[in-house]
């Protein structure tokens, strides 16, 4: 048996660069603690998702009050005593058992860290939420045996509201959530980064409505394109690898092919708002996670869609997303209707049994995933390097463990090229193979097919594009 390497650096370029005229490969998973993380069956649905249904990425909300109810000693120590985490622990070791990568979003302030108010409302000092998003990022790097490295991060929920984030706006009306936000997101930037450099962090999680001034009985919103274009006017050099959306329709019973009024944001505004948002930041090409969708279906919501309607709207909604170049992740809210979570847009009813949309989701997902991945390469490329996701092999092989690979490349179905490689498992669960004796042909294309083990009893297939450019 021979092995096979892993590197981080290439993840970034292959996965969240556009690539071609479409995003053809996306992160695409669900949302739903409810049944993923606190359901007494909560590992055998994580399986489900990602089995049955091919997900490949799951997100869950970290909500400081509840990890820290007490000010911890020492808060950048990801091991502090005053941590609960037991529950997050469980689900990124499931996630990665099971061959996913993981989505954790940071929010929701303790009463010690900001003068006894309420969850929404921000820390008195920025170092509390960068010292907890540090020891966060910290225990979940790969650097300690039995915590998985988390490759995605966001930075509070859907902060332009009011149930997330106050105040929106101040005694004269005047919106000023984004000017604090961009303070929140810089410090937990920061720590996260100094956590875990190899984490991508999304700032904003913005939802996809709002009204940019008080209402009298509403809960106070700002429109996700004003709240974002305040923010660049707060901090225009603020740092994050993406902008995280929420833009589901409203009402509920939307397409996504819904049409709304600018500075909303739905599906069919992704254009307008990533050129908005590369000019108000002096960025190009700035990544757009998708990190919320749902339609919701009767009778659990008696305004949702029809479960037929629904699975037509999966497939759309998916298929807007990977038309996309720059939409590199989409997820899903929820897998299954519950009756901890008060959106019934699971793809399974609440007994289990599933909705039109379960097939229609599965059969999207699975030639989107990242880890069979499509790349553009150089003319004239020698022995090309391709990364290699290899997640569920970090869940019983040590960082640094060998893993061989045995690997064909084919151009029009004719053999070109077979390598025996070997490398070591990185601290991403990744690992990076040359394709020896292939030299890449502008115009060409070849399918590259790895076949990976380890003396652990891990397999795993592998089929990479090679696009000659």
């Not at 084919?410 to 040359?434: F, H, M, N």
Request: charged share 20%; aromatic share 10%.
């Amino acid at each position: 048996m021979r092995y096979t390497p892993l590197v981080a650096a290439v993840v970034v370029a292959v996965v969240l660069a556009p690539i071609a005229a479409s995003a053809d490969r996306m992160w695409i998973g669900f949302h739903d603690d409810p049944i993923l993380r606190y359901d007494a069956n909560r590992q055998s649905e994580i399986e489900l998702a990602t089995g049955t249904n091919n997900a490949s990425v799951i997100r869950s909300l970290v909500t400081w009050a509840d990890v820290a109810p007490t000010r911890p000693a020492n808060p950048a120590n990801p091991f502090d005593s005053a941590y609960h985490l037991d529950d997050l622990d469980e689900f990124v070791r499931t996630a990665q058992k099971d061959n996913a990568e993981v989505l954790l979003t940071l929010w929701g302030t303790p009463k010690w860290a900001n003068g006894n108010k309420g969850r929404n409302y921000l820390p008195t000092a920025m170092a509390d939420f960068q010292n907890f998003a540090r020891a966060i990022a910290s225990r979940y790097s790969g650097r300690t045996p039995g915590f998985p490295f988390v490759r995605f991060f966001g930075i509070w929920n859907e902060s332009n509201l009011g149930l997330f984030l106050k105040p929106q706006f101040n005694a004269q009306g005047q919106i000023v959530s984004p000017a604090a936000y961009a303070k929140l997101a810089a410090a937990g930037y920061a720590g996260i980064k100094a956590g875990n450099s190899k984490a991508l962090v999304a700032v904003g999680e913005t939802s996809s409505s709002g009204r940019d001034k008080p209402k009298a009985g509403a809960s106070d919103a700002v429109a996700p394109g004003t709240f974002a274009q305040l923010v660049a006017k707060a901090n225009k050099k603020l740092k994050f690898d993406a902008w995280a959306l929420h833009p589901y329709p409203v009402p509920v019973n939307q397409k996504p092919t819904q049409k709304v009024k600018w500075p909303n944001v739905a599906l069919t505004s992704l254009p307008q708002f990533e050129k908005s948002l590369d000019t108000w930041f002096g960025r190009k090409n700035i990544p757009i996670w998708i990190s919320e969708y749902g339609s919701e279906t009767k009778p659990g919501e008696p305004n949702g869609v029809t479960e037929a309607q629904q699975a037509v709207y999966v497939s759309q909604a998916i298929d807007i997303a990977k038309k996309d170049p720059r939409v590199p992740m989409f997820i899903w809210f929820v897998l299954r209707d519950s009756k901890g979570s008060p959106w019934q847009s699971g793809i399974y009813r609440d007994n289990g049994v599933s909705k039109p949309a379960q097939a229609r989701f599965a059969t999207a997902a699975k030639p989107l995933s990242p880890v069979n991945g499509k790349v553009s390469i150089k003319a004239g490329t020698k022995n090309p390097a391709l990364t290699i996701y290899l997640r569920s092999f970090c869940a019983n092989n040590p960082i640094g463990g060998r893993v061989g690979a045995i690997v064909h490349a084919t151009k029009g179905g004719k053999l070109v090229a077979v390598s025996q490689p070997e490398t070591k498992l990185a601290i991403d669960c990744t690992g990076t193979i040359r394709v020896s004796g292939l030299t890449v042909a502008k115009g060409s294309t070849y399918t590259v097919t790895v076949d990976a083990n380890t003396t652990n009893g891990n397999t795993a297939h592998r089929v990479f594009t090679i696009i000659g450019v």
